[in-house]
């Protein structure tokens, strides 16, 4: 009886493969788990070709921001809403009203008034174009408003920031009487590029080739539907199995 269960189950093993096949399909689609262990195992596994493409990817992303991003250029210029001085003393009402104006000024400067002067004194195409390039910041809790240009060009860049402060310090003189506005800090002229920043973009790159090289360890975990235990063998094949080979290879690196 237990010779022709036990050539019964030999005889058909398609239908054990299926039922193990379709229940494997079955927990895929249900619910996915990766094995933490395993997973550790196929990094160590894969660790050359992971370092491989971290750098690739750090040295590809360096070379393309080297040879394939412009340059930029950057140049700034300094503004102070000057206090009233009466009898030596610093007017306290003057320092509370330049705070407050602060806002309004910063506001000001990108108007297309301002702007469009700007934009035809630097041959720029429109007032937006200034503004695209234009980065107006205000110091926390200070009268000090710095103006930054950023172009591909040096000379531009402290061409759009000069234009700027004096075509706006001449408007607020003529329109609103206001001449307390004081320039600090000139645009200069700077030939150092302040982008791309070739070793931000190396780290974003070699960031990338290990999450490629990562995501395929996962991928291939998921999609592996080989044997690897003995239970997974007996229930694929319906038969029990009487002996196991030993890991030669393993052996010997112990």
Do not use: C
Not at 67 to 95: H, K, M, Q, R, W
């Amino acid at each position: 009886m237990m010779d022709s269960n036990y050539r019964l189950k030999r005889n058909n093993p398609n239908r054990n493969q299926q039922e193990y096949m379709s229940s494997v399909d079955e927990n895929l689609n249900d619910e996915v788990t990766i094995d933490l262990g395993e997973l550790f195992e196929q990094i160590k596994k894969h660790i050359v070709a992971l370092i491989l493409l971290v750098v690739i990817g750090g040295i590809g992303a360096g070379l393309f921001s080297w040879f394939f991003i412009p340059a930029t250029y950057a140049s700034s210029g300094t503004l102070f809403l000057t206090p009233s001085v009466s009898e030596g003393e610093v007017d306290i009402n003057s320092i509370n009203s330049n705070q407050k104006l602060v806002t309004n000024v910063m506001n000001l400067l990108t108007q297309d008034n301002i702007m469009s002067v700007v934009a035809q004194e630097t041959g720029l195409q429109s007032a937006q174009d200034v503004r695209d390039v234009l980065t107006v910041n205000n110091v926390n809790n200070t009268e000090i408003i710095t103006i930054t240009a950023t172009t591909g060009d040096a000379k531009l860049s402290k061409e759009i920031v000069e234009d700027t402060i004096n075509i706006f310090i001449d408007t607020m003189q003529e329109s609103l009487n206001i001449k307390n506005i004081t320039i600090t800090n000139p645009p200069k002229l700077d030939y150092n590029p302040v982008g791309p920043s070739i070793l931000k973009n190396s780290v974003i790159g070699a960031l990338i080739g290990l999450l490629i090289g990562m995501g395929w360890i996962v991928i291939r975990m998921m999609t592996d539907k080989r044997l690897k235990t003995r239970e997974e063998a007996e229930k694929f094949l319906g038969i029990p199995v009487y002996a196991e080979l030993p890991d030669l290879e393993d052996k010997k690196s112990r």
